[in-house]
């Protein structure tokens, strides 16, 4: 009996070591740690939740059941590991914040991110997702990312896709959406221009809700991303188990089962579940009938298991008949061809798409090999591709592009991505898509020619061609170089405004920066340059915007014109000659009339000395005439200067009648003027303006030779855009010349601006021509109007300026007395005299000086002396000594302080127009009246 007692107990432990260790084996078929068996046996129960719409990777069905091809591998990886699985669904943000809170362990569904990374632990890559853009069908102005610039883009909230379009500096609005089959109901609404989402994903929802015809996928994949399971940071060691898992599903095959499963292609376990673990069954029953309640808890634990794995094949099972046909329908709709092929190349399968585009059937595909219809010159290439995958184990590959034959013989480019398909653990065959991209090569073709022509036509014009960007270069072509003397390198390397003239960079700059503002500024202007050798170049720049890059941009035109500048300012120099012989003879005729008044009236005053009101009257008479010859002196300096314009800011009015009635001098004609009292002032140089306004009015007076009346007119005007006349907008003085003469032919009237063209039988030709090119200098514009046998008008254009003019002298009146010491310096003893007892009788102590040299030997005596002078006179011009302006350098060298007044027959010398630049408080110009040297002294000396 104890013998068979021992035997009995020998086989029933036997049995409960095969019950115990049977579940154990089947649950931890993988190895664990001993610290994850710990955390097994404790967690029991793991939560998953997953997105609600999120087919085919997880979804939940019409019974509110959770389903897809995650949640298929996590049924897999709990039967594996040992572990009870509890689902959940949500929106993909709620399903984040579940994770992060704790409130749930694991995220079935969650692409990896280096910045999703910082707050997940992600698991290995599970399956890789492509992400594509979705628009209206209709539309065509979507085709690639950068079209997304200023458009509304949908999205599914704490998608990836967010960051990838920010990372890719894309500027565009978001409209978040719970998943992506919202998202695309918001295209297709007109809510969005576009979706971007897990391709997957969003073909699921359009085909398995008939939206085919309202919203289509449009360009290539924007990014693939790597589909992962995640949890919160804390649950480092729970991750490190299900990575075990997804190693060993990847390993048996699993993995590319359940992703045959929900991509269409129908498969069936080779065993069942009850079938593989029937004898665990067995030996559990015959446990039950000997160990009964000891055994029991272990065996409803089995059955539960059986239970829930028996109601899972089903539902797969089920779900994968539903699928099939839908993915079915989504392979042969497909645009692009779907394709699969043995690892010898003999083609398997492939959808209509390449059926439609290469023109075989369905039964010729299956007798054709890859050399068939792959041109020969993409033959290594596919051979390459195949070899990569049978023996390097590469499992992915593209894109790559090959040629293609169809049947009828016309050749196809195609973009081939390709994946190796796995089967016994070893490369069985290949699937891939393949897009014809026939027409992009021939457009990249066309464009590579155009881009050719048009490099040929740049490098070898014959201007110079720069692309100005920000504040650099982006193209210079080879003639820009030529012009500036730097290479392509140095020009694109450093600010454009430095190869500028340093007058000109404000202008330069400023017209660019409006360029780019979206402004008008004029199109063509000149400016200068200084080139590698430091010359200075003139530049006539025709510049219109562009966009470069995707960026705004300049494209200019530029034309060396130096040439042409310097025959403009001969032309000046020589027209000058030509006006001057025609003044000659009204100047000495005004000249001698004049001086008939001066003599005269002295001759009077001397003989009527006995009577001093009436010699008083006869000296005013006579100082009267002398400024009449000072006003025809300083219009002859005005009219002698030439070049580029010295330009100062002036109220024109009294210029207008000075210049004009000049012109007129020793003619029978003679100046109607019409001039308002608030003319604007203008910039400009008095000289070059004179010569403008005097050439005008000899032409009108050679049109009238009888004589007769010629109108001069000024006025304010605005320029505005819509104009017809090519003009900067803003306020301009516009000046008027009508004469009633002969008039000129229509014919001839355009060319009168036209260097050495004139119809005068004694003329050069040159009088407009300088006009022009002065006014076009001043920034300004002449035109004319003409009507033979009624006469010309001539229009001349001035850009008002912003300055105040300074204020003239007062000439009226009686001199002031004061009181000082005053230091006269000039070579002239009689100007010396004259001006010794003027100042005396106004009450001033004076001292006087031959030159420069003498006026800084007295200067310091009187400072030694503790009796310094308060003003000291210069005159400009000395013969054969120091002259005014070296004097000043050294009398500020001794005093800084010195109080000085320039003074020179030279009114139209720079430094009279500049005198503070060089030390002095004034100027007085030669000749000058009692009143107007006292009124300059009493400024001088107030001036602290």
Same mark, same amino acid.
């Given at each position: 009996?104890?013998?068979?007692?021992?035997?009995?107990?020998?086989?029933?432990?036997?049995?409960?070591?095969?019950?115990?260790?049977?579940?154990?084996?089947?649950?931890?078929?993988?190895?664990?740690?001993?610290?994850?068996?710990?955390?097994?046996?404790?967690?029991?129960?793991?939560?998953?939740?997953?997105?609600?719409?999120?087919?085919?990777?997880?979804?939940?069905?019409?019974?509110?059941?959770?389903?897809?091809?995650?949640?298929?591998?996590?049924?897999?990886?709990?039967?594996?590991?040992?572990?009870?699985?509890?689902?959940?669904?949500?929106?993909?943000?709620?399903?984040?914040?579940?994770?992060?809170?704790?409130?749930?362990?694991?995220?079935?569904?969650?692409?990896?991110?280096?910045?999703?990374?910082?707050?997940?632990?992600?698991?290995?890559?599970?399956?890789?997702?492509?992400?594509?853009?979705?628009?209206?069908?209709?539309?065509?102005?979507?085709?690639?990312?950068?079209?997304?610039?200023?458009?509304?883009?949908?999205?599914?909230?704490?998608?990836?896709?967010?960051?990838?379009?920010?990372?890719?500096?894309?500027?565009?609005?978001?409209?978040?959406?719970?998943?992506?089959?919202?998202?695309?109901?918001?295209?297709?609404?007109?809510?969005?221009?576009?979706?971007?989402?897990?391709?997957?994903?969003?073909?699921?929802?359009?085909?398995?809700?008939?939206?085919?015809?309202?919203?289509?996928?449009?360009?290539?994949?924007?990014?693939?991303?790597?589909?992962?399971?995640?949890?919160?940071?804390?649950?480092?060691?729970?991750?490190?188990?299900?990575?075990?898992?997804?190693?060993?599903?990847?390993?048996?095959?699993?993995?590319?089962?359940?992703?045959?499963?929900?991509?269409?292609?129908?498969?069936?376990?080779?065993?069942?579940?009850?079938?593989?673990?029937?004898?665990?069954?067995?030996?559990?029953?015959?446990?039950?009938?000997?160990?009964?309640?000891?055994?029991?808890?272990?065996?409803?634990?089995?059955?539960?298991?059986?239970?829930?794995?028996?109601?899972?094949?089903?539902?797969?099972? +089920?779900? $994968?008949? !539903?699928? #099939?046909? *839908? %993915? &079915?329908?989504?392979? =042969? @709709? /497909?645009?692009?061809?779907?394709?699969?092929?043995?690892?010898?190349?003999?083609?398997?399968?492939?959808?209509?798409?390449?059926?439609?585009?290469?023109?075989?059937?369905?039964?010729?595909?299956?007798?054709?090999?890859?050399?068939?219809?792959?041109?020969?010159?993409?033959?290594?290439?596919?051979?390459?591709?195949?070899?990569?995958?049978?023996?390097?184990?590469?499992?992915?590959?593209?894109?790559?592009?090959?040629?293609?034959?169809?049947?009828?013989?016309?050749?196809?480019?195609?973009?081939?991505?390709?994946?190796?398909?796995?089967?016994?653990?070893?490369?069985?065959?290949?699937?891939?898509?393949?897009?014809?991209?026939?027409?992009?090569?021939?457009?990249? +073709?066309? $464009?590579? !020619?155009? #881009?050719? *022509? %048009? &490099?040929?036509?740049? =490098? @070898? /014009?014959?201007?110079?061609?720069?692309?100005?960007?920000?504040?650099?270069?982006?193209?210079?072509?080879?003639?820009?170089?030529?012009?500036?003397?730097?290479?392509?390198?140095?020009?694109?390397?450093?600010?454009?405004?430095?190869?500028?003239?340093?007058?000109?960079?404000?202008?330069?700059?400023?017209?660019?920066?409006?360029?780019?503002?979206?402004?008008?500024?004029?199109?063509?202007?000149?400016?200068?340059?200084?080139?590698?050798?430091?010359?200075?170049?003139?530049?006539?720049?025709?510049?219109?915007?562009?966009?470069?890059?995707?960026?705004?941009?300049?494209?200019?035109?530029?034309?060396?014109?130096?040439?042409?500048?310097?025959?403009?300012?001969?032309?000046?120099?020589?027209?000058?000659? #030509?006006?001057?012989?025609?003044?000659?003879?009204?100047? /000495?005729?005004?000249?001698?009339?004049?001086?008939?008044?001066?003599?005269?009236?002295?001759?009077?005053?001397?003989?009527?000395?006995?009577?001093?009101?009436?010699?008083?009257?006869?000296?005013?008479?006579?100082?009267?005439?002398?400024?009449?010859?000072?006003?025809?002196?300083?219009?002859?300096?005005?009219?002698?200067?030439?070049?580029?314009?010295?330009?100062?800011?002036?109220?024109?009015?009294?210029?207008?009648?000075?210049?004009?009635?000049?012109?007129?001098?020793?003619?029978?004609?003679?100046?109607?003027?019409?001039?308002?009292?608030?003319?604007?002032?203008?910039?400009?140089?008095?000289?070059?303006?004179?010569?403008?306004?005097?050439?005008?009015?000899?032409?009108?007076?050679?049109?009238?030779?009888?004589?007769?009346?010629?109108?001069?007119?000024?006025?304010?005007?605005?320029?505005?855009?819509?104009?017809?006349?090519?003009?900067?907008?803003?306020?301009?003085?516009?000046?008027?010349?009508?004469?009633?003469?002969?008039?000129?032919?229509?014919?001839?009237?355009?060319?009168?601006?036209?260097?050495?063209?004139?119809?005068?039988?004694?003329?050069?030709?040159?009088?407009?021509?300088?006009?022009?090119?002065?006014?076009?200098?001043?920034?300004?514009?002449?035109?004319?109007?003409?009507?033979?046998?009624?006469?010309?008008?001539?229009?001349?254009?001035?850009?008002?300026?912003?300055?105040?003019?300074?204020?003239?002298?007062?000439?009226?009146?009686?001199?002031?007395?004061?009181?000082?010491?005053?230091?006269?310096?000039?070579?002239?003893?009689?100007?010396?005299?004259?001006?010794?007892?003027?100042?005396?009788?106004?009450?001033?102590?004076?001292?006087?000086?031959?030159?420069?040299?003498?006026?800084?030997?007295?200067?310091?005596?009187?400072?030694?002396?503790?009796?310094?002078?308060?003003?000291?006179?210069?005159?400009?011009?000395?013969?054969?000594?120091?002259?005014?302006?070296?004097?000043?350098?050294?009398?500020?060298?001794?005093?800084?302080?010195?109080?000085?007044?320039?003074?020179?027959?030279?009114?139209?010398?720079?430094?009279?127009?500049?005198?503070?630049?060089?030390?002095?408080?004034?100027?007085?110009?030669?000749?000058?009246?009692?009143?107007?040297?006292?009124?300059?002294?009493?400024?001088?000396?107030?001036?602290?």
């Amino acid at each position: 009996m104890a013998v068979r007692r021992r035997m009995v107990m020998t086989i029933a432990f036997f049995f409960i070591a095969a019950f115990l260790i049977a579940p154990v084996s089947f649950v931890h078929a993988l190895t664990l740690s001993s610290a994850e068996q710990e955390y097994i046996r404790n967690k029991q129960t793991v939560s998953f939740i997953s997105q609600t719409r999120y087919a085919p990777f997880e979804f939940a069905n019409k019974d509110g059941q959770c389903e897809g091809m995650m949640l298929d591998v996590i049924r897999w990886l709990a039967v594996e590991i040992g572990f009870q699985p509890v689902f959940a669904d949500a929106t993909f943000q709620q399903a984040q914040e579940a994770v992060l809170s704790g409130r749930a362990d694991v995220l079935t569904s969650l692409f990896y991110s280096d910045r999703r990374d910082e707050k997940f632990a992600f698991t290995e890559t599970l399956y890789d997702v492509p992400a594509s853009m979705f628009v209206q069908a209709d539309r065509t102005d979507i085709k690639d990312i950068k079209d997304l610039n200023g458009k509304i883009v949908a999205v599914q909230k704490g998608d990836y896709a967010k960051e990838f379009l920010e990372f890719k500096q894309i500027r565009f609005e978001i409209l978040d959406t719970n998943d992506f089959a919202e998202a695309a109901d918001m295209v297709i609404a007109g809510k969005a221009d576009a979706v971007i989402g897990d391709e997957q994903i969003v073909l699921y929802h359009i085909f398995s809700s008939r939206l085919t015809d309202r919203i289509k996928k449009v360009g290539e994949p924007l990014y693939t991303g790597r589909n992962c399971m995640a949890s919160n940071k804390q649950n480092a060691l729970l991750i490190g188990i299900l990575n075990k898992g997804i190693q060993e599903a990847r390993k048996t095959g699993v993995l590319d089962k359940i992703s045959k499963k929900w991509l269409g292609t129908k498969f069936r376990p080779e065993k069942s579940w009850i079938d593989h673990y029937l004898w665990h069954i067995v030996i559990g029953i015959s446990a039950v009938l000997l160990l009964s309640l000891w055994v029991w808890g272990w065996n409803a634990r089995l059955r539960t298991i059986v239970r829930r794995k028996t109601e899972d094949i089903r539902r797969s099972e +089920e779900a $994968l008949r !539903e699928s #099939e046909a *839908k %993915y &079915r329908d989504l392979f =042969e @709709n /497909a645009s692009d061809i779907i394709y699969t092929h043995d690892m010898n190349g003999r083609c398997i399968s492939v959808n209509e798409a390449a059926r439609k585009i290469l023109g075989f059937s369905s039964t010729e595909f299956q007798s054709l090999h890859l050399r068939d219809i792959v041109d020969p010159e993409s033959l290594p290439i596919v051979a390459e591709e195949l070899r990569k995958k049978s023996e390097e184990g590469v499992e992915r590959s593209g894109p790559y592009e090959i040629l293609v034959r169809s049947k009828d013989g016309t050749s196809h480019w195609f973009e081939i991505n390709s994946r190796v398909i796995i089967g016994d653990g070893k490369p069985v065959g290949v699937h891939g898509t393949a897009r014809d991209i026939t027409e992009r090569k021939r457009a990249k +073709e066309a $464009l590579r !020619e155009s #881009e050719e *022509k %048009y &490099r040929l036509v740049v =490098e @070898n /014009a014959n201007e110079a061609i720069l692309v100005a960007q920000g504040e650099m270069l982006r193209f210079v072509n080879r003639k820009a170089v030529e012009i500036m003397g730097y290479s392509e390198e140095e020009l694109t390397s450093r600010p454009f405004v430095e190869f500028i003239h340093p007058d000109d960079r404000a202008l330069v700059a400023g017209r660019y920066s409006q360029r780019l503002a979206g402004l008008n500024p004029p199109q063509v202007y000149a400016f200068r340059i200084v080139d590698r050798l430091g010359n200075l170049k003139w530049m006539e720049i025709n510049a219109v915007a562009l966009t470069w890059e995707g960026k705004p941009a300049s494209l200019n035109f530029l034309v060396d014109i130096t040439g042409r500048r310097k025959m403009e300012e001969e032309l000046v120099k020589i027209q000058k000659l #030509e006006s001057l012989g025609v003044l000659a003879g009204g100047i /000495a005729h005004d000249f001698n009339n004049i001086l008939t008044a001066i003599l005269g009236n002295i001759s009077l005053a001397k003989m009527q000395a006995h009577f001093p009101e009436k010699a008083t009257i006869r000296l005013t008479e006579a100082e009267k005439a002398c400024l009449q010859a000072q006003g025809l002196t300083k219009q002859l300096l005005t009219f002698s200067k030439g070049g580029i314009p010295i330009k100062k800011t002036t109220i024109i009015s009294q210029l207008i009648a000075d210049s004009c009635n000049f012109a007129v001098t020793g003619s029978s004609s003679r100046c109607d003027f019409l001039i308002p009292d608030d003319l604007l002032p203008v910039d400009v140089d008095e000289g070059q303006i004179g010569q403008v306004l005097n050439n005008l009015v000899i032409n009108a007076v050679h049109a009238m030779p009888q004589g007769g009346m010629i109108q001069v007119q000024a006025e304010n005007v605005r320029a505005i855009s819509t104009q017809a006349l090519p003009l900067e907008e803003g306020d301009y003085v516009k000046i008027s010349v009508r004469d009633q003469g002969i008039g000129i032919p229509e014919r001839v009237l355009p060319k009168i601006f036209d260097p050495y063209f004139t119809t005068k039988n004694k003329g050069s030709g040159l009088g407009l021509a300088t006009a022009y090119s002065i006014i076009k200098n001043h920034g300004g514009l002449i035109t004319a109007e003409s009507k033979e046998g009624v006469g010309t008008t001539m229009y001349t254009y001035l850009p008002a300026a912003q300055a105040v003019p300074r204020r003239l002298f007062d000439v009226n009146g009686l001199p002031q007395l004061g009181d000082g010491k005053i230091l006269i310096m000039d070579d002239e003893l009689s100007i010396r005299d004259v001006v010794c007892e003027v100042l005396s009788t106004l009450g001033y102590t004076v001292v006087l000086a031959r030159d420069g040299s003498e006026a800084i030997k007295l200067y310091n005596a009187a400072r030694e002396s503790s009796h310094p002078f308060d003003v000291v006179v210069l005159d400009l011009t000395v013969a054969d000594g120091m002259g005014g302006a070296e004097t000043m350098q050294m009398l500020l060298h001794i005093d800084p302080n010195v109080k000085a007044v320039v003074s020179s027959g030279y009114s139209n010398d720079p430094l009279m127009a500049d005198y503070a630049t060089f030390g002095f408080k004034a100027m007085v110009a030669k000749p000058y009246t009692a009143k107007q040297l006292s009124d300059t002294l009493k400024r001088v000396m107030a001036h602290s």
